[in-house]
Each structure stands twice: as structure tokens, then as C-alpha cells.
């Protein structure tokens, strides 16, 4: 069974541009959370979708955007790059039913993001 | 809002050597999930162990347990008979139960670099 992929592993972009990353989660896993990976934050939660519908969003600013395909796929968008949104991003997937087991996220190994 | 505070940024021990991994949260819930996620140098997060809060009994993954005190709100992790490949930050991490398909949402501590020296 592949785990979740996450597509570019690395990615280098200027000031001002826009980027998309993209998850494939584990097959048969309907939720996919995304987080923001720094050393001065930690780990951070972005937004969390479910059958194509964001259930949850973190503290972010409005340039973080995201969404999810019908075959649970998820992008996540970062308009006007700033210097700071340099991170690992890390997608998780999960069953998403109900108790412990069906609740584990399984992580990606990350998208390097370098602003320049 | 739920907070996760893991008071050691670094500890180091010698292969084959038991360590123990701090960690303190605040919640007002009464139930809730608990983790520890291991991050090795390839940066896939891999999760150690788990526990759920209504359980009084404390979790075990072979070399791995965890002393979980509920009253005190905290959930520390043991690694016993440390390995090389244990080398790793080790985060700990909170989670509200998803009752009907809640969103989720996993809040993390700050994480403890542990490395494991031959």
C-alpha cells in the first residue's frame, strides 16, 4: 500500500510569486491535513479537508489556500511568497471514521520550500 | 486552546541506554488522544505510540512506553534499550476526538532532538 506523496520534494521561488504543492493521500483516506514546518514555530496547522470541504483552518493569513479532488488529492496554495513562508510542508491523510485508530495521520516526507 | 510543552530541545545517551522524553499539555477536555511522532533526518514523520485519555492503562510499542498522568497533564515517553536509529526529534502531539467526523487536527509540541551515541 504506497504511503502519502507529496510532490516537489523541493521547491525555490522568488519574492512575490506563487506556489502549489500537491498530496496524494493513502488510498482510502478521505481527510488530508496540511502543516507548516519551521525552526522558530514548530509545527503548525494549516487546514484540514474532507471530501472536498475544508472542516478546519489554522491561524494563517488569507495567501494560504487550499483544496481537495474528488478522488481526495489535495493542493495547497501560496500566493505573494514571502520571505518567512519558507518551510517544510508536511501532508498528513487519515480514515477520518471515528476512534484512536481511524484518526492516525499518516505523514508525507514534506515539500522543502526555499523564498529567495 | 490546547497547548503542548516539551521542555527538553536536545538529550543525548549511549546505545543500549533508557531515556525519557517530557511532555506537558493544557485542555480543558476530558477526552483526547495523545502521540509521540519520531523525525529522523529524512523527515517523515512516523508515529512511535499512542494513547487515548479515557484509558488509565499506559501504552506500549515494544522498546517504547508511556507514563501518562492525566491529573498532571502530562505524558512522557521512554525508549528503553536505545538504538542508533532511534537518533531522531521526537515530537509529542494532542488531538480532540473526532465524535462525528470532526475536522482533525494534531497540536504539537516544539520537539526534543534525541540522539543516541555508540
Known amino acids: 500500500k504506497a504511503g502519502v506523496t507529496q510532490t516537489p520534494r523541493y521547491l525555490i521561488k522568488t519574492r512575490g510569486q506563487q506556489v502549489t504543492l500537491s498530496c496524494s493521500p493513502i488510498s482510502g483516506h478521505r481527510s488530508v491535513s496540511w502543516y507548516q514546518q519551521t525552526p522558530g514555530q514548530g509545527l503548525q496547522f494549516l487546514f484540514e479537508?474532507?471530501?472536498?470541504?475544508?472542516?478546519n483552518k489554522g491561524n494563517f493569513p488569507g495567501r494560504f489556500s487550499g483544496r481537495q479532488f474528488s478522488n481526495s488529492r489535495s493542493e495547497m496554495n501560496v500566493s505573494t511568497l514571502e520571505l518567512g513562508d519558507s518551510a517544510l510542508y508536511l501532508c498528513?491523510?487519515?480514515?477520518?471514521?471515528?476512534?484512536?485508530?481511524?484518526?492516525?495521520?499518516?505523514f508525507g516526507q514534506g515539500t522543502r520550500l526555499t523564498v529567495v | 486552546a490546547q497547548t503542548v510543552t516539551q521542555s527538553q530541545p536536545e538529550m543525548s545517551v549511549q546505545e543500549a541506554e533508557t531515556v525519557t522524553l517530557s511532555c506537558t499539555y493544557d485542555?480543558?477536555?476530558?477526552?483526547?488522544?495523545l502521540f509521540w511522532y519520531k523525525q529522523p533526518p529524512s523527515r517523515q514523520m512516523i508515529l512511535v505510540i499512542r494513547q487515548e485519555a479515557y484509558k488509565q492503562q499506559n501504552a506500549t510499542e515494544n522498546r517504547f512506553s508511556v507514563n501518562f498522568q492525566k491529573a498532571a497533564k502530562s505524558f512522557s515517553l521512554k525508549i528503553s534499550d536505545s538504538q542508533l536509529g532511534d537518533t531522531a526529534m521526537y515530537f509529542c502531539?494532542?488531538?480532540?476526538?473526532?465524535?462525528?467526523?470532526?475536522?482533525?487536527?494534531?497540536?504539537f509540541g516544539q520537539g526534543t532532538r534525541l540522539t543516541i551515541n555508540p
Open positions: 502531539a494532542f488531538m480532540k476526538p473526532i465524535v462525528i467526523q470532526g475536522a482533525q487536527k494534531l497540536v
Open positions: 498528513a491523510s487519515s480514515l477520518d471514521g471515528t476512534g484512536i485508530l481511524n484518526t492516525e495521520a499518516f
Open positions: 479537508y474532507f471530501s472536498e470541504t475544508q472542516r
Open positions: 485542555t480543558s477536555e476530558n477526552n483526547y488522544y
